[in-house]
């Protein structure tokens, strides 16, 4: 999605926001610790180190893990103890994960330790540190988080690259091995003392960072879904006087009042509307798809909403198990279910199917010759010869189809694990998987409406559009020709969704809602 020049530096000594995740997985921001954040590191590592040194036997500090914690193990086994949970958690398997995903893993894992809850030393945090600014992202698998003890297996992978073991890929993207790449940074290989394994593999970071990321997304989508359903209304002869802002006040929810507001703007001055306001105009009602476009759009912005209000909150905490208190006390807890950032997870793919269902159906009405009100069969510059966007709403359905599968939930799919110790489990970061797949979905469907909208308000001439579809329109010229015989149109379609992920329809294409 949108690019960002020069992004600011993370430091960590206030809230780590939404923005700053972006920054730093998407666009290379570099990181640092404040020097109150390497305070409250050695406090909580100076709590640790005493637990240690006692003869008390401390989970995740003298202990093994998990079905195993009834262990005691002695202080010369420690350093073994550490190494062997990284090594054995770090079991992932399939495909790399995007990389974005695994940066956006490293620095929200590297908010926690700063927050002094973990117990993990400041240097194993400046580790971390240098990691992301060297641009060395470790090779995390799409498998092996249940999405509760927290994303484990793609947080060892992690932390395993921080013992220098392991591969990852550098800044260019090149695959090498961790130790080299290390060494070639200049970064030394962590030794890992008590408690640091935890604290490196204990948290909900990769769900909450897929959450972060495709919440950006969405908010991009939802804009340009507004203005392509503005774009179809137009072409398909719809009225604009659904989207009145006295219609919208009789049902208050401000997601349905924004996008009608960007529809009613996106549609202002359109001699193609105008052309059908007078009494010769005999349609009565617009179908659900033009009509109802601002209560989807608008009820997937309500969800989007409430799910930035989850991951504000996960922002907000200090996961991990155990965690360090301000007294210096180590206690075992449950935050590190990821039943919050799990159910949002879910509950997004249900708006972005149902987005991306009713775009279809708007691009399915302006091909059908007998619904589009005088467009050309699928849009064809001669029907018979040449298929048009036939084939192209093939496409759509498919991926449409595809989302409705991936709406079902992954949240109530728990399988118990670790001898039934871990005996519920979230399941979120199948759920953040999942969504991302149903994102990149949605810009499909999306990018062939803008096509077929396009191109059936090029078949309107001499009438003009609005300005603002009419900068859509020109915004594709640039780039896919218009209206004549059939093209290759896999190009076209990859095209448009490059206009939709850089961010160029949306800085382009802005309704005025003042």
Not at 105 to 112: D, G, K
Not at 475 to 502: F, K, M, N, Y
Request: net charge negative.
């Amino acid at each position: 999605m949108p690019d960002t020049a020069q992004p600011p530096i993370v430091d960590f000594d206030g809230p780590l926001t939404r923005d700053g995740v972006v920054a730093v997985a998407r666009h290379g921001a570099k990181v640092r610790l404040s020097p109150a954040a390497l305070r409250r590191l050695a406090a909580a590592r100076d709590h640790v180190d005493a637990l240690a040194a006692g003869s008390l036997p401390t989970y995740g500090v003298s202990t093994g893990f998990g079905a195993l914690a009834i262990r005691y193990i002695p202080p010369e086994r420690r350093t073994a103890l550490q190494r062997s949970l990284i090594r054995s958690h770090a079991a992932g398997a399939g495909a790399a994960v995007e990389r974005e995903v695994v940066r956006a893993l490293m620095v929200l894992r590297l908010r926690t330790l700063a927050t002094g809850h973990t117990g993990a030393r400041p240097a194993t945090a400046e580790a971390l540190v240098a990691l992301l600014n060297a641009g060395l992202t470790p090779v995390v698998h799409e498998y092996g988080s249940l999405g509760c003890s927290g994303d484990l297996a793609p947080l060892a992978a992690v932390a395993l690259t921080l013992m220098g073991e392991g591969t990852v890929t550098d800044d260019t993207g090149v695959l090498v091995d961790a130790c080299n790449a290390l060494r070639t940074n200049g970064i030394g290989p962590v030794t890992l003392a008590e408690k640091e394994g935890l604290a490196l593999t204990n948290g909900t970071d990769g769900m909450l960072g897929m959450l972060v990321l495709g919440l950006a997304d969405l908010r991009t989508l939802l804009d340009v879904a507004d203005i392509t359903a503005a774009m179809s209304v137009e072409a398909l002869l719809g009225t604009d006087r659904v989207f009145a802002a006295d219609l919208q006040a009789l049902r208050p929810h401000p997601g349905q009042a924004h996008s009608a507001a960007r529809m009613r703007a996106a549609l202002a001055g359109s001699e193609i509307v105008a052309s059908h306001r007078g009494p010769e105009c005999h349609r009565v009602q617009d179908a659900y798809s033009l009509r109802c476009a601002p209560q989807v759009h608008g009820a997937a912005r309500d969800t989007v909403a409430h799910a930035e209000t989850v991951a504000d909150r996960e922002l907000a905490s200090a996961i991990d198990n155990p965690v360090v208190l301000g007294d210096g006390r180590l206690e075992s807890n449950g935050n590190f279910h990821g039943a919050p950032l799990a159910y949002v997870l879910d509950f997004l793919a249900i708006p972005v199917a149902d987005v991306a269902s009713m775009a279809e159906r708007r691009t399915d009405r302006m091909l059908d010759v007998a619904r589009s009100h005088g467009l050309p069969a699928f849009l064809a510059a001669d029907p018979g010869v040449d298929s048009g966007h036939m084939i192209a709403q093939y496409t759509q359905a498919a991926v449409v189809s595809e989302l409705k599968r991936l709406a079902v939930p992954a949240s109530v799919d728990s399988i118990p694990s670790s001898a039934m110790q871990e005996d519920h489990v979230s399941m979120g970061w199948s759920a953040a998987r999942k969504l991302r797949t149903a994102i990149d979905g949605l810009t499909t469907v999306l990018a062939i409406e803008y096509l077929t909208a396009a191109r059936a308000l090029d078949c309107r001439a001499p009438l003009r559009p609005a300005p603002v579809t009419a900068a859509a329109v020109a915004l594709l010229r640039t780039r896919v020709d218009g209206l004549g015989p059939d093209r290759h149109l896999a190009p076209e379609i990859a095209t448009a969704e490059s206009l939709l992920r850089t961010g160029a329809f949306t800085r382009t294409v802005t309704p005025d809602l003042t």
